[in-house]
């Protein structure tokens, strides 16, 4: 029986993807939500460029939030490939690593980036 591409089981993530998986999930601006009502709430009275990640468990999507520069709450969904991430605002992008696809989705610079931490996640090594 043939498996999901990025699954190697029904508990476990294929190890060619973990990685990936891992820049976001363990990323200090991600939070547990279950909608972007939940995560308008986090960002309003935020500066543009302010930004959280979290991801739609039913849909299997990862959202990146932000407060943009008219001050409304956007969500844009990304979702991984192997090795990358794959974001598609006309032209497809694939991008290698979060930290460089975020500015790329706010269209901004990475200096522009601001981070709305979750105070429950105190490490980030990537």
């Known amino acids: 029986m043939a498996t999901a591409p990025f699954r190697i089981n029904q508990t476990g993530w294929n190890p060619i993807i973990l990685p990936i998986i891992r820049q976001v999930e363990d990323h200090p601006a991600f939070y547990p939500l279950s909608d972007v009502d939940e995560a308008k709430k986090i960002l309003i009275g935020a500066p543009p460029f302010t930004y959280i990640l979290w ?14 520069t008219l ?24 991008i290698p690593t979060i930290e460089l696809l975020i500015p790329v989705i706010m269209h901004c610079s990475q200096k522009q980036c601001l981070m709305r931490r979750n105070p429950l996640r105190n490490n980030y090594s990537h």
């Open 55 to 68: 991801k739609d468990e039913q849909n299997r999507r990862y959202y990146l939030s932000f407060m943009n």
């Open 71 to 94: 001050l409304d709450v956007e969500h844009r969904f990304f979702t991984q490939d192997v090795g990358s991430w794959s974001y598609q605002n006309g032209d497809p992008h694939k």
